[in-house]
């Protein structure tokens, strides 16, 4: 095909220049949008990226003012989609950690936006008058509500453990059961807190079988506690054996040690009634006789990322003074969100109002009668399509965050398929759509599952699938 752009050289005299491209329609939306400088950066880049392409051979379109006008808009497209959105999580994966883990209470959404994000009483205190303690209310909260003396809470749960083992195992050994040296979520690995604290590791027993007497035997001069870990997103299972936490506690105390238990999920109360038997409750560890114990605020709580430390007041205390504590504390809206989210426990209203224990909570049936109410408005507005179909199928949700591995929660599941799009389109065309809809992709279906749908959510969740249509 000979045309005038028969060579690379002959090409590139018509590669547009950044301003070319800055005076596009695009190019002047954006740079509203963006800002002048930060969208001349993403011209250059455009520009740059097309004249290597040419040089490398590519084939020319015929618009390149054009294709650099389409490719600008698509770079801040993706841009702007990789910031904190909301979006709807109808995986049907409560605690769902890439999705941000708990989605708050009202309450706890109003506190953050009408309490802390203005001046707010972080370190005052309206009675005297005078600076006030952080946190203090969140603390004396977590306090009733788990039995401890004290409590002390920091960014994270990996904090925690890490501020907890350095501040009172550094320099000497911890005991712990082989069975718990687990991973937990990709980066939180037991052994490797251990070493970065400056602990040493003593393992005692096997993966399914630790004795009391295999940590009896571990304990020396240089021991300074006794750890246990919930394995949380790992269980075994058949012919195993471990201590009570109450035995570890008495060995610990008879030889003067610190038990301390990372229980991680931490439940504040007892879960059974929504189908969560085994998972360690907060106060019953501190009865059971460990000194500290520590788990995630954005786990089975359901309030936002911290990590909770509770115990013996003495313990706290040193925790509280020591250095490390300022570089691990959280900020107002941590705390804003924590008391609101303490407070539902505190009226005996957490099934009620915290979204994670609510949509544990949900019963098979009462989705079964959701979603038949969903799927006639989707009847409705499907009414002259040929290529968008659904079913209704029996299916499971997951707990998430490491919680309860064991436990599946039945559900009922909407299955879509269509004529034209592949299971994996549809999945994306929801992922872009306003707000994005993140679905669930099972044995070649495309899943959603309303458990993890909040009520106000479904009419969003309705265009969505509509516009698959
Ligand atoms: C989840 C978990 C952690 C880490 O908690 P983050 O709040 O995510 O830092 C630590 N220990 C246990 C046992 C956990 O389950």
């Not at 972080?122 to 004396?140: C, I, M, Q, V």
């Not at 007497?213 to 001069?221: G, L, R």
């Not at 109410?373 to 965050?401: C, W, Y």
């Amino acid at each position: 095909m000979p045309s005038a752009r028969s060579t690379p050289n002959e090409v590139l005299r018509d590669l547009p220049s950044i301003d070319e491209v800055l005076r596009t329609a695009a190019g002047r939306r954006i740079s509203v949008e963006a800002g002048e400088v930060h969208t001349t950066d993403m011209a250059r880049i455009v520009v740059n990226n097309l004249r290597a392409e040419l040089q490398a051979g590519d084939k020319a379109a015929a618009d390149l003012l054009g294709l650099c006008e389409d490719r600008l808009e698509q770079a801040w497209r993706v841009e702007v989609r990789t910031g904190t959105h909301r979006v709807i999580n109808a995986t049907g994966v409560v605690i769902h950690t890439n999705l941000g883990r708990a989605p708050l209470s009202e309450s706890a959404r109003e506190a953050i936006g009408n309490e802390a994000s203005q001046y707010c009483t972080l370190e005052y205190d309206l009675t005297t008058g005078k600076r006030g303690k952080r946190g203090l209310r969140a603390e004396r909260m977590l306090a009733g509500l788990t039995g401890a003396e004290s409590v002390l809470i920091v960014n994270n749960c990996a904090a925690a453990a890490f501020f907890v083992l350095t501040v009172f195992a550094s320099g000497g050994e911890v005991v712990i059961s082989r069975g718990e040296l687990v991973e937990i979520g990709g980066d939180f690995r037991v052994p490797d807190v251990l070493s970065q604290s400056g602990a040493a590791l003593r393992e005692v027993g096997t993966t399914n079988r630790t004795k009391l007497a295999d940590y009896e035997k571990a304990i020396n001069d240089k021991t300074r506690l006794i750890l246990r870990v919930h394995p949380s997103n790992y269980r075994i299972v058949g012919y195993t054996a471990m201590p009570s936490l109450a035995e570890l506690s008495s060995l610990a105390h008879r030889h003067g040690l610190m038990l301390y238990e990372d229980i991680g999920s931490g439940a504040l109360i007892d879960l059974s009634p929504v189908g969560l038997r085994d998972e360690p409750i907060a106060g019953l560890s501190l009865i059971a006789g460990a000194d500290i114990i520590t788990f995630s605020g954005d786990k089975l709580l359901g309030g936002p990322q911290a990590g909770i430390i509770a115990g013996k007041a003495d313990r706290i205390d040193r925790l509280r003074k020591h250095p490390l504590y300022r570089a691990l504390r959280i900020d107002k809206i941590a705390y804003a969100a924590l008391e609101a989210t303490l407070d539902s426990y505190r009226r005996g209203k957490a099934v009620l109002e915290i979204p994670v224990l609510t949509m544990l909570a949900l019963t098979k049936e009462q989705i079964t009668d959701r979603l038949e109410r969903f799927s006639v408005q989707l009847t409705k507005g499907l009414e002259d399509n040929e290529d968008l179909s659904f079913d209704m199928i029996d299916g499971v949700s997951a707990i998430g965050g490491g919680a309860a591995p064991s436990v599946s929660l039945a559900t009922r599941l909407l299955a879509l398929s269509h004529k034209k799009l592949t299971v994996r389109e549809m999945e994306e065309k929801l992922r872009q759509s306003n707000p994005p809809v993140i679905a669930r992709i099972l044995d070649g279906k495309l899943l959603i599952d309303l458990r993890t749908v909040a009520d106000e959510d479904e009419p969003g969740l309705l265009t969505a699938l509509l516009s698959l249509a």
